[in-house]
């Protein structure tokens, strides 16, 4: 009887001299807490989970990572030069900046002040951010602001939104001027000084 409960006894022992060793193993597996993550950790985190992930995004829902990766994996689109020639100035920017960072400026009709036209550039601003395009605006002057687009290739869809705002005086992509309902109604008033 005694040799039974020697052998239960050792059986306990084991178990629990095996746990308590496993546990030990499980904690120096521990993985690194999310708030020490660096940026790159994140960054190779995202990676195997895209290359986990099943479902495959359309490419107006994708996010401007996969347009510009950070570590150059992106190919700059390939177009072969006849597909360039009678092409309008639209498509041509459209096919070569797309997934480029792009600068347009727009300028304020009337004599705004610099808060004014803080005040109605926001609005545009926030009408394109809702309208889902990436815009980053700055104050250049007091009539004039600069939109950085993320994708060069939305350039001509966010200055004909632009052109068609009252206080929109002149939209400039690439040296070249858009005028907009502001110039308008300055000719009108113009017209009807003299």
């Not at 059986?11 to 660096?38: G, Q, R």
């Not at 951010?129 to 605006?137: F, H, I, M």
């Not at 350039?155 to 068609?164: I, M, R, S």
């Given at each position: ?105 727009a300028t304020v009709s009337g ?84």
């Amino acid at each position: 009887m005694h040799s039974f409960y020697f052998i239960l006894l050792f059986f306990i022992l084991l178990y629990t001299f095996h746990n308590t060793y496993a546990d030990d193993k499980s904690k120096s597996k521990i993985k690194k807490d999310p708030i020490d993550f660096t940026e790159n950790d994140v960054n190779n985190l995202f990676e195997q989970w895209e290359e986990n992930d099943e479902d495959i995004l359309p490419e107006d829902e994708r996010h401007d990572f996969y347009l510009r990766h950070p570590y150059g994996k992106h190919q700059p689109p390939m177009f072969k030069p006849e597909e360039l020639t009678g092409k309008d100035p639209e498509s041509l920017i459209k096919m070569t900046k797309k997934g480029q960072t792009m600068m347009m400026f727009a300028t304020v009709s009337g004599n705004p002040t610099r808060r004014e036209t803080e005040e109605i550039t926001q609005i545009w601003w926030a009408a394109l951010k809702n309208a889902l395009y990436d815009v980053t605006k700055y104050i250049v002057d007091d009539t004039r602001v600069l939109f950085l687009l993320q994708d060069g290739s939305q350039a001509y869809e966010v200055k004909n939104y632009l052109v068609q705002q009252d206080r929109c005086q002149e939209v400039t992509i690439d040296n070249r001027p858009y005028y907009g309902k502001g110039a308008q109604n300055a000719q009108q008033a113009k017209s009807q000084d003299l």
